[in-house]
């Protein structure tokens, strides 16, 4: 890989195009870079790539603009030429059909851009939920330097009093909307503040929790996770980000000497310990993947068993990321569990975890992060769950999940597909109790395809009038890292595949145990053999498979959630298996 230190070309020179004469391509890319007004002094010093990842499309990502000024300045402090280049950028809310869909797209550009230009590193600036799996599985194949920056998240809103951000109070007033607690003139004035300022979600959603991952991972500087977008803080975590991109170029610290299975173990247990997003596991995985690198699912479920939530953050606690940032940050909770991590992972900074734990101030008294011996939830914030329902494995967030509902054998009550669901869940007619189990089927990777948060189904109208307000649901979609409720997601093998899924039919008795790790379909091998012939080896509700483009790539490579759902051909084969603990 491209290290300075080993004699390859650095700056300008880097992955020079080929006419057949590479000293003619040399000369003329610097008659164009001085077409942009360069002189040559400026170009005779480390390169650093900037993925600016600035759309109008992405509120979270409304600060890039000053942080990308704010990453360029340290890079010059160190003496380094800063150079912004564009990817794609993914908004939850603005990605159609699904942000998960668009992620693989942002990983490929991400990695063939930082391949295919002059770089000797690359601040990858991210932020909105998928986009930093995005940039780290690109750059993990792209094999050069690399160092992340988050956006940061957003700070709270205050509704008539009471502190809201997104999106766990979104789904909790419309939820309160839908049931006829709250009328029209209410939600619209919710609607305004939730999203009070520019950043990531402000709770522990998927972009806190994979923040959170990646500087446990070592891939961003040490207290850059909580840091709010529009504090000068961020500004200065990001102007060190720059100054940090030129020491890694000098070093040729290449993302698989961080990125190791160590690392991902530690990254894991953070996952854990933060009460994470459920898809941070998929886009670990995917990570992972990249550097040949395996999660073992029921390891990380052991792993989960000794691993207590600590961080008392929404969905599963009470507060807020500027709360958890007023803590300490991200090492507040890394140093609670210091005897479960790898302390000798190298980071970003050429240190080690350890050293980092060991060089960041000293703690002060907070409620946010709870000690490990007085957890917030005494297991992991995540089960894996195995059974005839789901033989590849399925994933319960149990620490934002009803206790009361964690053991439930319950009837069966049946969607098959997100757009049937969304036709009959409000039926005043439809055949459904507070102890049934909701089943979406068709709403994996493939089927949906892009594999939802549709997870999180609606009560159906006419219970949550009632006064119901979770209710076992189980599905092959993902569910958004800010919501909570007894929900089994990404059922493996999804319905599309074939999975058991989809062969469950109204009526039949589904059993979940989490505290015994199960999930089973009570009905025999012979009925589901005769529902499988009669429904064709695809089973339920299948589309017809897309004909062209990306949608059509995507069909035919995107690979099930065990496998962070990347796509087949960009996943070297496997060496190593993480979490060994
Ligand atoms: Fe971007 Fe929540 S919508 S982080
Ligand atoms: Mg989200």
Redesign the pocket.
């Known amino acids: 890989m491209g290290s300075p230190d080993n004699g390859a070309p650095k700056g300008m020179k880097k992955g020079l195009t080929s006419y057949g004469d590479a000293e003619f391509s040399l000369f003329l890319r610097k008659a164009f870079i001085k077409g942009l007004g360069y002189t040559d002094d400026a170009l005779d010093r480390p390169i650093i790539g900037i993925a600016d990842t600035f759309s109008a499309y992405n509120a979270?990502h409304a600060t890039v603009p000053d942080l990308v000024e704010a990453v360029k300045r340290g890079v010059m402090l160190a003496g380094g030429l800063p150079v912004p280049f564009p990817t794609v950028s993914i908004?939850?809310?603005f990605a159609h059909p699904t942000s998960m869909y668009l992620r693989n797209l942002m990983a490929m550009d991400t990695e063939e851009m930082v391949r295919a230009q002059p770089m000797d590193a690359v601040v990858l600036i991210g932020?909105?939920?998928k986009t930093v799996p995005a940039q780290l599985m690109g750059a993990a194949s792209a094999g050069v330097p690399a160092i992340q920056l988050v956006t940061g998240p957003m700070l709270t809103g205050s509704h008539r009093g009471e502190r809201v951000g997104?999106?766990t109070d979104c789904r909790r007033f419309w939820a309160r909307f839908r049931a006829g607690e709250i009328d029209a003139d209410e939600i619209a004035g919710v609607n305004g503040q939730l999203v009070p300022t520019a950043g990531?979600?402000g709770v522990m959603?998927t972009?806190s929790t994979v923040a959170c991952v990646v500087e446990a991972l070592g891939m961003m500087l040490p207290g850059g996770a909580a840091a709010p977008a529009v504090s000068s803080s961020r500004r200065r975590i990001a102007e060190m980000t720059g100054t940090q991109a030129v020491r890694l170029a000098g070093r040729g610290l290449t993302p698989d000497r961080i990125m190791t299975a160590e690392a991902f173990e530690n990254a894991l247990r953070v996952l854990l310990a933060i009460g994470g997003s459920t898809n941070g596991i998929v886009h670990l995985t995917a990570m992972a993947g990249r550097l040949g690198i395996a999660v073992d699912l029921d390891a990380f479920d052991r792993i989960g068993r000794e691993t207590p939530v600590l961080v008392d953050l929404k969905p599963s606690g009470t507060h807020y990321m500027e709360d958890l940032e007023r803590a300490g940050g991200l090492v507040a909770v890394l140093r609670e569990i210091r005897h479960l991590l790898h302390l000798d992972c190298l980071t970003v900074t050429g240190r080690t975890l350890g050293e980092e734990i060991d060089a960041a101030p000293a703690p002060w008294p907070q409620s946010v992060v709870r000690p490990f011996s007085d957890p917030v939830y005494r297991e992991g914030g995540m089960a894996v769950l195995r059974g005839s329902l789901a033989p590849g494995g399925a994933v319960i967030k149990q620490s934002a999940a009803d206790a009361g509902l964690l053991s439930h054998t319950g009837r069966a009550v049946v969607f098959t597909s997100i757009e049937d669901m969304a036709r009959r869940v409000d039926d005043e007619n439809l055949d459904v109790t507070p102890d049934d189990i909701l089943v979406l089927q068709s709403a994996g990777p493939k089927g949906a395809p892009g594999m939802p948060e549709a997870g999180y189904m609606p009560i159906p109208r006419k219970l949550a009038r009632q006064g119901v307000t979770d209710m076992v649901r189980i599905s092959d979609a993902r569910m958004s890292g800010t919501a909570s409720g007894t929900i089994v997601l990404h059922v493996t093998p999804e319905s599309a595949e074939g999975g058991p899924l989809g062969l469950v039919r109204d009526g039949d008795t589904i059993r979940l145990d989490v505290p015994g790790r199960t999930l089973d379909l009570m009905v025999s091998d012979e009925e589901l053999a005769a529902r499988r012939a009669a429904a064709g080896a695809g089973a339920s509700a299948s589309r017809p498979a897309p004909e062209r483009g990306y949608a059509r790539l995507f069909s035919d490579t995107v690979l099930q959630a065990d496998r962070g759902c990347d796509f087949s051909f960009l996943v070297p084969e496997r060496t190593e298996v993480t979490p060994r603990g």
């Open positions: 979270c908004h939850e809310s932020g909105c939920d997104a999106c990531t979600c959603g972009a």
